[in-house]
């Protein structure tokens, strides 16, 4: 009879045990982390600090933060939109004007959309040699202008000079690939060549080489579009709202880290990428501190109106096939809320 007793109370207790086991499993399972979703993210040139709020959020584990696992690429030689519209990339960086081929005619001729501005305003402009004295579009007159022979680059400039009373015709029209615009203007190769401020300008300025410039969206506030900008493929957009809104919430972290450490963010940036000038880095980084939100309400809001503009003077010249409709191409959806 005693046997039998503890038998059977040894028995109600692997029982016992069984069950919590059991159950101390189920819980273990669901508290159990998931693997992170992993995004492709394609860079639309080398790594620069236009870059820095995705090496940011990489960095101090934003992206981790989210659930996510993101691939940074380089860009192919075809472009950054064909990768982004094909789904081999989720995200990438381009440009408004850029997009002007994407967004053709009331269906999109590429499923990509803008979702958030790197930089608030148009940073672009000509640079030259100061000795030169080019300070105005009207004094490129005669003088030489590296191209990249895109029409919408041509009639920007066309605008520009002849807004200015000057003849466009006389400006000598080089098909350059400029690697290095200092060296470039220092050597006479060229005389003018389009550059992005924020990091060519502050090159020229690092090297202690004396320049003029002038920025296109002090000539004509059609100028003032955006530039560069991340954009998405449309069909992820709708299938993953969650995880883009993930995405985008760490890459707006990662970009006011940089507004408010930009020292911090450039050892960020060349400790991912050494093989980078750390002293334009950090220049850099220190001007686009304030660049990078402006004067908006958040970093990465586009303004419909300023969008629209551009467009409007892509259509009024014809420089697309089809004509881009009001309020295509971009949208504020998927940022943080404010």
């Known amino acids: 009879m005693c046997k039998k007793l503890t038998a059977i109370i040894i028995a109600t207790i692997m029982m016992v045990f069984g069950m919590t086991a059991c159950g101390g499993g189920d819980e273990s399972d669901a508290n159990a982390p998931t693997d992170p979703t992993h995004l492709t993210f394609v860079l639309d040139w080398t790594p620069n600090t236009n870059h820095t709020g995705i090496y940011v959020a990489e960095a101090l584990g934003y992206f981790e933060d989210a659930g996510l696992e993101v691939e940074v690429i380089q860009p192919p030689e ?46 672009s402009g000509i640079m030259s040699d100061k000795d030169l004295g080019i300070t105005s579009p009207k004094k490129m007159e005669n003088h030489s202008y590296a191209t990249w022979e895109l029409p919408i680059e041509q009639a920007i400039l066309k605008e520009c000079v002849e807004e200015d009373g000057g003849d466009f015709s006389s400006v000598e029209m080089l098909p350059e690939v400029i690697d290095d615009e200092v060296t470039a203007l220092r050597s006479k190769q060229v005389d003018t060549i389009w550059v992005f401020y924020g990091w060519a300008g502050i090159a020229a300025e690092v090297q202690d080489f004396a320049i003029n410039y002038f920025a296109f969206k002090d000539i004509d506030d059609a100028f003032d579009y955006y530039s560069p900008v991340i954009i998405a493929n449309d069909e992820f957009l709708a299938d993953n709202p969650d995880t883009a809104k993930a995405f985008l919430a760490a890459v707006a972290k990662g970009y006011e880290y940089a507004i408010e450490n930009p020292e911090e963010a450039a050892d960020i940036l060349l400790e991912a990428n050494p093989e980078l000038d750390a002293d334009l880095v950090k220049a850099s980084q220190k001007y686009l501190a304030e660049q990078y939100q402006a004067d908006a309400d958040q970093w990465g809001v586009f303004d419909a109106n300023r ?4 467009y409007q003077f892509i259509n009024e010249k014809g420089l697309a096939e089809q004509e881009i409709p009001l309020d295509t191409g971009f949208t504020n959806d998927y940022l943080p809320e404010k």
């Open 307 to 310: 969008w629209n503009k551009f």
């Open 78 to 123: 075809n472009g950054v939109e064909g990768v982004v519209a094909s789904g081999k990339a989720d995200f990438g960086v381009s440009f408004q004007d850029y997009l002007v081929p994407c967004l053709m005619g009331q269906e999109k001729q590429m499923p990509v959309t803008a979702v958030a501005a790197i930089i608030q305003h148009n940073l």
